[in-house]
């Protein structure tokens, strides 16, 4: 749970919206355990049972670029089939899940074209 994914966890919007952010993870040893808005912070390791065992089926992720592939690929072997992802990649996902992408800087760029116009 870097600074994005504590944003995340504590952004009300979802709730207000009927979602409900039901865990957050992280790899690091000092961060797992730790407290985060109502929620503990679970080690990464647990990811496909936890998300099974919850049957989580939408997850967001907020992770550097070069792990979230990796990231995607669990989520989905542990069940789920829609991803929200702020990373600056394109995911690989197979038929049957749906990636949706949030991008600041993208969303930047595109504003800043339009006031260029």
């Known amino acids: 749970a870097g600074f994005l994914g504590h944003a995340v966890a504590r952004y009300k919007g979802f709730s207000h919206r009927g979602f409900r952010i039901a865990c957050v993870f992280d790899n690091n040893p000092d961060k797992i355990g730790e407290e985060l808005d109502g929620l503990v912070i679970q080690d990464i390791r ?50 049957g899940v749906r990636v949706s992408y949030s991008d600041p800087v993208i969303q930047l760029q595109q504003m800043a074209f339009y006031l260029a116009e």
Do not use: C, F
Not at 60 to 82: M, Y
């Open 46 to 95: 647990e990811l496909e049972q936890t998300i099974r065992a919850m049957n989580i089926y939408v997850a967001i992720v907020a992770v550097p670029a070069n792990v979230a592939q990796s990231i995607t690929d669990r989520l989905v072997e542990g069940g789920v089939k829609a991803i929200l992802s702020y990373a600056p990649i394109h995911l690989n996902v197979p038929a």
